[in-house]
């Protein structure tokens, strides 16, 4: 069989435990993951694009089968460009269904060869995204089980 490449697109901004434990469960799926770090035209991000990928870079460094990316356009461009035919999205309640069917129909009506894999991460992430982390950053909160060190240690710089 054909090694399937899949890219698990996001904002990234910042990278979570959750993202990292949907990560974890593709790789087991997929001999090759790419970490996109994409636009999302209605975010407007903290970190930049390159703060971003260096921050996934860092976490998952030594790990071959994981690499890490950036790019402004359509995802499914880019998955034409890295011959990739798996979107892997992580779905962590109801609530991000209805989106998470939108973008997967729309990238499939504009790909049919790309299908999107949805992944459901340990229930412990549920009600973790980036947006919560870094308000409870800014407010003073402890963010130590929701992001690894070295997203902590650049989230307090950029806050400070
Ligand atoms: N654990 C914890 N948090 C998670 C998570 C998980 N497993 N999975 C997602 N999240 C969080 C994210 O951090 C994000 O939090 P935030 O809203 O506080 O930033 C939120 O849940 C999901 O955001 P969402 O808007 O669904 O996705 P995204 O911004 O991460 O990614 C893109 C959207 C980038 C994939 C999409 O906009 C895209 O494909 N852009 C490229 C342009 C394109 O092709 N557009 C057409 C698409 S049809």
Redesign the pocket.
């Known amino acids: 069989m054909k090694q399937r490449i899949a890219i698990y697109?996001?904002?990234?901004?910042p990278i979570?435990y959750?993202?990292i434990?949907?990560i974890h469960r593709a790789i087991k799926l997929f001999p090759k993951v790419i970490v996109l770090v994409?636009?999302?035209?209605v975010?407007n991000p903290l970190f930049t694009d390159e703060e971003r990928t260096a921050m996934i870079r860092e976490i998952f460094r030594g790990r071959s089968n994981i690499v890490v990316d950036s790019f402004e356009?359509?995802?499914?461009d880019y998955a034409r460009r890295r011959n990739a035919t798996v979107i892997i999205r992580?779905l962590?309640a109801l609530s991000?269904f209805e989106?998470?069917f939108q973008?997967a129909l729309?990238?499939r009506k504009l790909a049919p060869n790309v299908d999107t894999v949805f992944l459901v991460?340990h229930e412990k992430?549920t009600y973790?995204?980036?947006?919560?982390v870094r308000e409870v950053a800014k407010l003073g909160g402890d963010i130590a089980d929701f992001v690894p060190p070295g997203v902590r240690r650049r989230l307090l710089a950029k806050l400070r």
Do not use: C, W
């Open positions: 697109p996001g904002t990234f901004d979570t959750g993202h434990d949907v994409a636009q999302n035209p975010k356009g359509l995802l499914v992580g962590r991000d989106y998470e973008m729309m990238n991460p992430y973790l995204n980036s947006t919560i």
